[in-house]
Nanobody, 126 residues
Framework: QVQLVESGGGSVQAGGSLILSCAAS????????WGWFRQAPGKEREGVAT????????FYADSVKGRFTISQDNAKNTLYLQMNSLKPEDTAMYYC???????????????????WGQGTQVTVSS
């Protein structure tokens, strides 16, 4: 089992920045890949960015490429999401999730992640 706890959300004006953190505990071997997802009101949950825990290879949704950076500190079992140049359309609940498998083509598909945090709200005003 893996427990994930997000922090760092908040309210910011368009063009601003936020850093999200996700602290993991539990079975290390149940996490081979983890990432960030978001869900806006009335919309489906979508993948934002994901990273392979061992190699550090990172992948991004097209909507955030060049603006968001995913990173990890494996010594602290912590995942980060640096969000720059935020837009009102980035407003959503942001979730950290982990998978015990490397997901390949499904790496940004929420249904393939087994462990989820409770989420942290990000609100971007225009």
């Amino acid at each position: 089992q893996v427990q994930l706890v997000e922090s760092g959300g908040g309210s910011v004006q368009a063009g601003g920045s936020l850093i999200l953190s996700c602290a993991a505990s539990g079975d290390f071997y149940s996490r081979r890949q983890w990432g960030w997802f978001r869900q806006a009101p009335g919309k489906e949950r979508e993948g934002v960015a994901t990273i392979y825990i061992v190699s550090g290879n990172a992948f991004y949704a097209d909507s955030v490429k060049g603006r968001f950076t995913i990173s990890q500190d494996n010594a602290k079992n912590t995942l980060y999401l640096q969000m720059n140049s935020l837009k009102p359309e980035d407003t959503a609940m942001y979730y950290c999730a982990a998978s015990p498998q490397l997901l390949g083509i499904n790496k940004l598909t929420p249904a393939h992640y087994a462990y989820w945090g409770q989420g942290t709200q990000v609100t971007v005003s225009s």
